[in-house]
């Protein structure tokens, strides 16, 4: 137990006047993040709701499987319940609802923490004396009075960067948001769906102002201040860290239209003499227009017979859609003055919108500094440190996969290739190269030799035989949160 407390202190900062017992360390120590078993009197009821969406969505997909368009990224949920479909899906979902009536609940589950832990957080939630947050450029769980939190909230907000309003009207505010959306949507910026999606009626109802909060910067503290509070165990020098404001736009009438600096750049690409926007366009018209090309180019014998049948594949045809434009951020175009500034600030504080390249797609330690020159941050959002070192690795990393159906995607693998096994046995004696414009067949031919069946099948019981190592060690260092 006095192992455990000793090792929770380094990771909670009591900056309060409130003492705090050895199982509140404990828990503090779990972080903010960490979340009790929940209570097993409702499961059923939660599970039975869950499966209500699922089928729902069940339908939904049977419904409109045949229509291949693509889905809105500004799309906002309907929450359309179709009638009832065909009767096979129906049987299914109504005898999947009847089995998980019946499932049994545990009642006795085992809960993650101890009966001494429960009490200490139930302590701390009834103790309105007291703020617990995050510390600023590290993990550690700070707690704070809550008369000197609000005493540096209030000399943060009576700073130049903050001005007081006379007077404030929220109805107002929202109808200038629907009308600053409504003129994008009339000059053609954006198209309806996304006119719907910014001026959500629900959303904008129970919309409600931006949220300040602090992180105590801790690490502003003396040396010797901080190990004496620790040695303490309390806040006896009536020291009040500074704070590092964060402004939470979530639930705002303004947070979803401070995603429109990335349109607006896009939009003012396709305004430009380089592109035009057609009056209509019709996909399947296209798809014949691109196979009769093609199949000309095939009678002029510019083409064979399987570069023909690759490039008028006729999957491929019925899943095409159209390109995709996206920009590259010149920031190259900045000014070196604002650029420094930008990277001192680690946020878009000047709203900057730097110029884009457009593309068209047709189908707190040394680590962080060096992450930092490789990642530019010109959103409005600050980046922690590990969100910084995790971009520096490139937009191409791959993190190590999960190992939960590792044995499965093994032997996935291995039919694959054993089926390639058995091809090449069959057609070895045939000399003729690849084609290049080759289309994979799939072609999965009957049992071969003996002796190379044997093989296969005996590799393959080894393979399900194989222990799969759990703790595979990643390759992302956990956040440590």
């Known amino acids: 137990m006095q192992q455990r407390t000793a090792h929770a202190k380094k990771h909670v900062i009591n900056l309060s006047k409130r003492r705090l017992s050895n199982q509140e360390y404990i828990l503090l120590a779990k972080g903010l993040k960490f979340i009790p078993t929940p209570s097993s009197k409702n499961a059923k009821m939660s599970i039975l709701k869950d499966y209500n969406e699922f089928a729902r969505k069940l339908r939904c997909r049977y419904m409109f499987s045949q229509e291949k368009t693509d889905l809105h990224p500004f799309r906002s949920n309907t929450g359309y319940k179709p009638a009832s479909t065909c009767h096979t899906l129906e049987n299914y979902i109504e005898l999947t609802k009847l089995e998980l009536s019946f499932l049994p609940i545990e009642r006795n589950v085992k ?42 909230v209030t000399r943060q907000l009576n700073t130049q960067h903050y001005c007081q309003l006379d007077s404030f009207n929220m109805a107002e505010l929202k109808i200038q948001v629907i009308e600053y959306v ?47 509070i620790q040695h303490d165990g309390l806040n006896e020098l009536n020291i009040i860290p500074p704070g590092r404001p964060i402004i939470s736009q979530c639930g705002s009438v303004t947070e979803l239209i401070d995603k429109l600096d990335y349109i607006t750049e896009v939009t003012r690409q396709l305004n430009t003499q380089h592109y035009c926007q057609l009056d209509s366009f019709n996909m399947a018209e296209l798809k014949i227009q691109v196979i009769e090309y093609v199949k ?12 023909f049948r690759f490039l008028t594949n006729g999957q491929k045809l019925r899943d095409a859609r159209l390109g995709r434009i996206y920009i590259l951020p010149k920031i190259h175009r900045l000014e070196i003055e604002t650029f420094k500034q930008i990277q001192h600030d680690g946020l878009n504080e000047l709203n900057i919108i730097p110029p884009g390249r457009p593309i068209i797609s047709q189908c707190g330690s040394q680590r ?43 032997l996935k693998d291995y039919n694959e290739f054993a089926r390639k096994l058995r091809c090449r046995y069959m057609f070895s004696q045939e000399k003729t190269d690849l084609h290049p414009f080759r289309s994979n067949t799939g072609y999965k031919p009957a049992s071969t030799c003996h002796t190379l069946e044997n093989y296969i099948e005996l590799t393959k019981l080894e393979l399900s035989f194989l222990p799969i190592e759990r703790n595979v060690k990643t390759i992302l260092l956990r956040a440590k949160e």
């Open 111 to 152: 809960n993650n923490l101890t009966k001494g832990e429960r009490i200490a957080l139930r302590n701390l939630k009834n103790d309105e004396t007291i703020v617990i947050k995050k510390a600023d450029k590290n993990s550690n769980c700070v707690i704070l009075d809550k008369l000197d939190y609000i005493t540096e």
């Open 182 to 228: 409504k003129s994008l949507y009339d000059q053609g910026i954006i198209d309806k769906i996304s006119f719907r999606f910014l001026t959500n009626g629900q959303k904008l109802r129970d919309a409600r102002l931006g949220r300040i909060y602090i992180l105590p910067k801790i690490h502003r503290l003396e040396i010797e201040t901080f190990k004496q």
């Open 368 to 410: 962080t500094a060096h992450a930092k020159k490789h990642v530019i941050n010109l959103s409005k959002r600050r980046l922690s440190n590990q969100e910084y070192i995790l971009l520096a690795k490139g937009l191409k990393f791959i993190p190590t996969p999960s190992s939960k159906n590792a044995k499965m995607s093994i």
């Open 296 to 307: 000309s180019l095939y009678d002029q014998g510019i083409i064979d017979k399987i570069s």
